[in-house]
């Protein structure tokens, strides 16, 4: 059964720098057929997805446009566990992070699809003075 | 970006109606589009994936289909543990985005 763990602090000051961490268990953060994400989740901006790091032969990573000068998702081998760290933050970054493993079922070498399967508990992270 | 627009926002409903949910994507996603449920102060949990197969584990009530642009949630009968937000994510394109959700409550 896999499992994520989420920690982190649930306060950040404004201009500061958000740092969370999600360790694995059941699986491994190199995996040739999982992606290791962060999502987050507010009132005013729904579920979005932030980004990714993923293990095919060698390391990935892809972000979404809205936070791509700020964030940093990092794996970490030698603790089966990956990060997230969004700089400069504002008030608007206040939410409900989670880390999720997507899971992906392959048609052909080219053709492919995925889930996220398996969530974090989250944390609410607030961005305040 | 791919929009993600479901419908209605918010349903209520009694024990044993069946429930549908509708999704539609700004273009066409084929059937790369997931389902998921969340409750309060919980994570979402995986429901239906690749438009129609059933996650393992999800009782048979929960069924999707669709293709395209269009897409369909129903709740066969509903049950009291189903009360519950409801989203759906298309995974066609990055970003990979999310439908703002439908409240299923209580009548």
């Known amino acids: 059964q896999v499992q994520l763990q989420q920690s982190g602090p649930g306060l950040v000051k404004p201009s500061q720098t958000l740092s969370l961490t999600c360790a694995i268990s059941g699986d491994s953060v190199s995996s040739n057929s999982a992606a290791w994400n962060w999502i987050r989740q507010s009132p005013s901006r729904g579920l979005e997805w932030l980004g990714r790091?993923?293990?095919?032969?060698?390391?990935?990573?892809d972000y979404a446009e809205s936070v791509k000068s700020r964030i940093t998702i990092n794996p970490d081998t030698s603790k089966n566990q990956f990060s997230l760290q969004l700089n400069s933050v504002t008030p608007e970054d206040t939410a409900v992070y989670y880390c999720?493993?997507?899971?992906?079922?392959?048609?052909?070498?080219?053709?492919?699809?995925?889930?996220?399967?398996?969530w974090g508990q989250g944390t609410l992270v607030t961005v305040s003075s | 970006d791919i929009q993600m627009t479901q419908s209605p926002s918010s349903l209520s409903a009694s024990v044993g109606d069946r429930v549908t949910i509708t999704c539609r994507a700004s273009q066409s996603i084929g059937t790369y589009l997931n389902w998921y449920q969340q409750k309060p102060g919980k994570a979402p949990k995986l429901l239906i994936y690749?438009?129609?197969s059933l996650q393992s584990g999800v009782p048979s009530r929960f069924s999707g289909s669709g293709s395209g642009t269009d897409f369909t949630l129903t709740i066969s009968s509903l049950q009291p543990e189903d009360f519950a937000t409801y989203y759906c994510?298309?995974?066609?394109?990055?970003?990979?985005?999310f439908g703002q959700g439908t409240k299923v409550e209580i009548k």
């Open positions: 790091t993923y293990y095919r032969s060698k390391w990935y990573n």
């Open positions: 999720t493993r997507g899971s992906y079922i392959y048609y052909d070498r080219s053709s492919f699809s995925f889930y996220f399967d398996y």
């Open positions: 994510q298309q995974t066609y394109s990055a970003p990979w985005t």
């Open positions: 690749v438009a129609s």
